[in-house]
């Protein structure tokens, strides 16, 4: 099963659609494998990705603050502009960005391994695991809706936040990480392919 994510997001997770199971055991005999557990997609660990996330947005941080030291340099912004909240409105958009990305591939793993714990560790024909997997389909969807809701609101209340207190945070900086969110997200998948060439 592969899961999309709302607004086309990201595909995370993978997870075989029939999970191979043993056959019902004999009596006395060893039992049937569990279900198994969801696991993020491409290999490597969540913290591996974050890691890979999190350098993208420094970089993107780095770059941010050089435009404006070099806007400030040549006498474009007010006199007395500092780069402080540049820096620090960086990296509130990059830690925002980061635990955006935690929560959403902890509520799918969590959707995932629901949905697995419905399944059981029954073997089904192709038309049997469908028929499960429609009337089901619902605990995924219901979790990727809640989670689209906290982050939005999150990323929302994090702006709003960085207007309201400009003398700490930039709005433009805070706003940049969450920007490159996804195209940080593109570049390290085609790193990834490219690499296993």
């Known amino acids: ?32 494998k569990e279900s198994p557990k969801a696991t993020p997609e491409r290999g490597g660990s969540i913290g591996a990705q ?15 603050l050089i435009v404006f030291a070099a806007i400030k340099g040549a006498g ?6 500092s780069l402080a909240p540049v820096i620090f409105g960086g990296l509130l958009g990059t830690a925002v960005t980061v635990l955006n990305f935690l929560i959403l591939t902890l509520n799918i793993n969590s959707a995932i391994n629901k949905f697995l714990a419905l399944r059981g560790s029954k073997e089904m024909g192709d038309e049997e695991a469908e028929a499960f997997a429609q009337k089901n389909s619902m605990v995924i969807q219901n979790a990727m809706t809640r989670s689209y809701i906290i982050r939005s609101l999150l990323m929302i209340g994090v702006l709003v936040g960085a207007f309201l207190l400009p003398g ?30």
């Open 76 to 81: 474009l912004l007010k006199e007395g502009f």
């Open 50 to 64: 974050i890691g890979g996330i999190a350098l993208g947005e420094l970089t993107v941080n780095l770059i941010t």
């Open 1 to 32: 099963m592969v899961i999309i994510m709302n607004d086309n997001e990201e595909k995370l997770i993978k997870e075989d659609p029939a999970p191979e199971m043993t056959p019902p055991a004999a009596e006395g005999t060893e039992e049937r």
């Open 168 to 197: 700490w945070f930039n709005v433009i900086a805070t706003l940049v990480p969450l920007v490159c969110y996804r195209p940080i997200i593109y570049l390290s998948e085609l790193t990834k392919k490219k690499g296993r060439k």
